[in-house]
């Protein structure tokens, strides 16, 4: 069974919207980190944005340019991923993932949960 759950992706025009959603078992949020990586096609995956358990949050400016933010509902155990503002260059599938509260936030290898993705395709 599959503990993290994206969804939310799809195809969609430059300067479009996107909002992706990360179900989460009960309670996950509020016991772990939770981040956002994105990995495009012949490229690494990289660091898109995390959120504490407790609530802080950060975000690899270069790439989301103040266009994203991440966020979580504790009651329904669900991390959200709003995404504006879209460029081609945001193609890529996104991934949610969960690390121990106290590892660095931007680090992958923190992350010892991931989803499957969800892809995210931006025409120009």
């Known amino acids: 069974q599959e503990k993290l759950v994206e969804s939310g992706g799809g195809l969609v025009q430059a300067g479009d919207s996107l909002r992706l959603s990360c179900q989460t078992p009960?309670?996950?949020?509020?016991?772990?980190?939770m981040g956002w990586f994105r990995q495009a096609p012949g490229k690494e995956r990289e660091f898109v944005a995390a959120?504490?358990?407790?609530?802080?949050?950060?975000y690899n400016d270069e790439s989301v340019k103040g266009r994203f933010i991440i966020s979580k509902d504790n009651r329904k155990s669900v991390v959200y991923l709003q995404m504006n503002g879209l460029e081609p260059e945001d193609t890529a599938v996104y991934y949610c993932?969960?690390?121990?509260?106290?590892?660095?936030?931007?680090?992958?290898?923190?992350?010892?949960?991931w989803g499957r993705g969800t892809q995210v395709t931006v025409s120009s």
């Open positions: 009960p309670k996950t949020v509020m016991w772990y980190n």
């Open positions: 959120i504490s358990r407790s609530g802080p949050v950060t």
């Open positions: 993932a969960a690390a121990q509260p106290g590892t660095p936030s931007t680090v992958m290898s923190s992350y010892e949960t």
